[in-house]
Antibody
Framework: EVQLLESGGGLIQPGGSLRLSCAAS????????MSWVRQAPGKGLEWVSA????????YYADSVQGRFTISRDNSKNTLYLQMNSLRAEDTAVFYC??????????????WGQGTLVTVSS | DIVLTQSPDSLAVSLGERATINCKSS????????????LAWYQQKPGQPPKLLIH???TRESGVPDRFSGSGSGTDFTLTISSLQAEDVAVYYC??????????FGGGTKVEIK
C-alpha cells in the first residue's frame, strides 16, 4: 500500500525557515517524480515544486523560485522541501504527491494527508 | 503559463441526475506527436487530499466508478458525473501537465446535492 506521510509544518514568523519532509512507502521511490502541492485555507490547489526520480532535475513555481528548495534521499525514501524567507502568503496545507511519471512532473496518483504551514507574527 | 478556467464555480444537482463541469485551457494541451491531451481531473472531499479520477483527458484511474467520464480535446474539456451519488459531493479540479512546468490547476468546481 502506498503511503506518504508529511511532517515539519507549524507556525513560523515571516522571514523564517522551515523544512518539510515526506516519508514514502509501498512503492519504488526512486522510480517516480515527486511534487509538493499547496492549498491555502479555503482556496484551490497550487503546484509548488517537483523533482525527478533520480533527483537530477528540479522544477519550481515562480512564486517560490529562489526561496524554496526541493530534494530527495532515495536511500531513505524521503522527499524534502526547504522553505526560506517565508511570507504570509505561503500559509497553506502542503501536500506531498507521487507522480505517475519518472522524470518530468505530470499527474499525481497518490497524495499525503498534508502538513499545515502558518506564517504569522 | 497555461491558465485553466473552470465553470461553473459551483453547481447543485439532484441525486441520480447528471453533473457537468467544464475546463477551458488558455492554450492547447494536445501533444500532436502522440495525440494525447495532457489533462487530468481530481476530486477533493472536505478534509481530504485530492484524488486522481481521470488523466489523458479521458482515461479513468483504476477503481474510479464508471459514472465519472472525461471528454474533450485541445483547449476544451468536460468532466461528467452521469448519475450523481451522495458520496460525489466534493470540489473537482482540472490540471494540465503539458510541456515544461509549471503545472497548473483550474480554480475548482464545488458539486452539491440539490
Amino acid at each position: 500500500e502506498v503511503q506518504l506521510l508529511e511532517s515539519g509544518g507549524g507556525l513560523i514568523q515571516p522571514g523564517g525557515s522551515l523544512r518539510l519532509s515526506c516519508a514514502a512507502s509501498g512503492f519504488t521511490f526512486s522510480s517516480y517524480a515527486m511534487s509538493w502541492v499547496r492549498q491555502a485555507p479555503g482556496k484551490g490547489l497550487e503546484w509548488v515544486s517537483a523533482i525527478s526520480g533520480s533527483g537530477g532535475s528540479t522544477y519550481y513555481a515562480d512564486s517560490v523560485q529562489g526561496r524554496f528548495t526541493i530534494s530527495r534521499d532515495n536511500s531513505k525514501n524521503t522527499l524534502y522541501l526547504q522553505m526560506n524567507s517565508l511570507r504570509a502568503e505561503d500559509t497553506a496545507v502542503f501536500y506531498c504527491a507521487k507522480d505517475l511519471q519518472t522524470e518530468r512532473p505530470g499527474r499525481f496518483d497518490y497524495w499525503g494527508q498534508g502538513t499545515l504551514v502558518t506564517v504569522s507574527s | 503559463d497555461i491558465v485553466l478556467t473552470q465553470s461553473p464555480d459551483s453547481l447543485a444537482v439532484s441525486l441520480g441526475e447528471r453533473a457537468t463541469i467544464n475546463c477551458k485551457s488558455s492554450q492547447s494541451v494536445l501533444y500532436s506527436s502522440n495525440n494525447k491531451n495532457y489533462l487530468a481531473w481530481y476530486q477533493q472531499k472536505p478534509g481530504q487530499p485530492p484524488k486522481l479520477l481521470i488523466h489523458w483527458a479521458s482515461t479513468r484511474e483504476s477503481g474510479v466508478p464508471d459514472r465519472f467520464s472525461g471528454s474533450g480535446s485541445g483547449t476544451d474539456f468536460t468532466l461528467t458525473i452521469s448519475s450523481l451519488q451522495a458520496e460525489d459531493v466534493a470540489v473537482y479540479y482540472c490540471q494540465q501537465y503539458y510541456g515544461n512546468p509549471p503545472l497548473t490547476f483550474g480554480g475548482g468546481t464545488k458539486v452539491e446535492i440539490k
